[in-house]
């Protein structure tokens, strides 16, 4: 069971640093893998500046998609977590469907249901993954009574 994750800011704050921590991430990742492909892609005295001119006229585009699926992901589950009052993995599963849905409704109803569909699973997994990990790490910190000393030791009968 997730607990309340109360070092976070309220909802409407939440929304606006996931949204700018998402596009950092698309942008950094985005000028990375378009970097090297400007390079891979650009003849052998130009590598430099073709990977320099894909990655400016690039990564801010991967940079904002991925920051208007954190924002939409994030005002879904602040959404979600106000209406049912609870805060566990349905949330985080239920907003990943609905982004999922909302962001392919322009290719019509069977798209935005199948990407509803891989979203929402692919939220599950992280979820389920992540509720896995936690329970390995909170199995090796349960805390355990300190040894008995020599003479308060049970005696064998």
Do not use: Y
Not at 16 to 43: E, Q, T, Y
Not at 60 to 71: E, L, M, R
Not at 125 to 151: A, C, K, Y
């Amino acid at each position: 069971m997730a607990h309340a994750d109360h070092t976070r800011d309220p909802c409407p704050w939440v929304i606006l640093s996931d949204f700018g921590a998402a596009f950092a991430m698309g942008a950094v990742g985005g000028g990375l893998w378009h970097g090297i492909k400007g390079a891979r892609n650009s003849p052998r005295g130009e590598r430099f500046t073709g990977a320099m001119s894909v990655i400016k006229s690039r990564a801010p585009v991967t940079g904002g998609n991925f920051g208007v699926w954190g924002g939409m992901f994030s005002t879904f589950d602040c959404a979600i977590k106000g209406w049912r009052q609870k805060e566990d993995a349905w949330n985080a599963i239920a907003s990943g469907f609905l982004t999922g849905g909302c962001l392919a409704a322009r290719s019509g109803p069977r798209s935005a249901l199948g990407s509803a569909v891989a979203c929402g699973i692919l939220l599950g997994v992280f979820e389920g993954v992540g509720v896995l990990v936690s329970r390995i790490m909170n199995d090796n910190t349960r805390p355990q009574l300190p040894p008995l000393p020599e003479n308060m030791q049970p005696q064998p009968s």
